[in-house]
Each structure stands twice: as structure tokens, then as C-alpha cells.
């Protein structure tokens, strides 16, 4: 199984940029889809992007459409998401997550289809 762990979270005023990063180890992380979560205290752990195995395809939840970029580095290892504009309502842990998923481009953009998470990243925005 893949291990996570997410990094790049911090405070930022509303309207600033954080980029967070997601390091994989113990697997080849070009077989697996890769997603972004949040939860906000009080809150479900809501979907926010996702990456199939390759890069090509991408999915976001409409919330962060426009402001929010996934990517990955399947030669590092790495999985990215850009965060700009940045809102209050944005605050938030930022899990990253994956998901073996061979070759087939699939993205996934649901908890339950996900089996590896990292522990959490904080994100704060503040008015």
C-alpha cells in the first residue's frame, strides 16, 4: 500500500496562494489515481480534486472550479494542488489521497473509492 504525506498547508489572508504537496512512498505512484479532500471542523470530508494515473484527465468540485489546480510528478512521486484566490471558506484539513487504478484513466472523485490517506495538512484563511 502507498504511504502520504501532505505538506504546504499554513496561514494565508483571503485572496493569497498556498501550494500543498503530497509525497508517495512504497509504490510507483503512476498506477494510482490521486485525489484532494478537505474537512472543515463541524463538517464531512468533502472531495475537491482529482487526477487520474497518467495526468490527462482532471476533476474538481465546483467550489474551487477556476481557482484550484491538481497535477502530479509520477517521476518524484508527487501530487500537487495549486490553491488560489483563496477564501475564508477554504479553511480546512486537505488530505491527500489514492488509489490503485493500473492503467485504466479513471478519475475518482469519491472517500469510498479511495484506500490510502495521508494524515492531513491544515489550511487557515482569514478574512
Known amino acids: 500500500q502507498v504511504q502520504l504525506v501532505e505538506s504546504g498547508g499554513g496561514l494565508v489572508q483571503a485572496g493569497g496562494s498556498l501550494r500543498l504537496s503530497c509525497a508517495a512512498s512504497?509504490?510507483?505512484?503512476?498506477?494510482?489515481?490521486m485525489g484532494w479532500f478537505r474537512q472543515a471542523p463541524g463538517k464531512e470530508r468533502e472531495f475537491v480534486a482529482a487526477?487520474?494515473?497518467?495526468?490527462?484527465?482532471?476533476s474538481y468540485v465546483d467550489s474551487v472550479k477556476g481557482r484550484f489546480i491538481i497535477s502530479r510528478d509520477n517521476a518524484k512521486n508527487m501530487v500537487y494542488l495549486q490553491m488560489n484566490s483563496l477564501k475564508p471558506e477554504d479553511t480546512a484539513v486537505y488530505y491527500c489521497?489514492?488509489?490503485?487504478?493500473?492503467?485504466?484513466?479513471?478519475?475518482?472523485?469519491?472517500?469510498?473509492?479511495?484506500?490510502?490517506w495521508g494524515q492531513g495538512t491544515q489550511v487557515t484563511v482569514s478574512s
Open positions: 489521497a489514492a488509489r490503485s487504478s493500473g492503467l485504466v484513466g479513471l478519475v475518482f472523485t469519491t472517500r469510498q473509492q479511495y484506500n490510502s
Open positions: 512504497g509504490r510507483t505512484l503512476s498506477r494510482y489515481a
Open positions: 487526477i487520474n494515473s497518467s495526468g490527462g484527465s482532471t
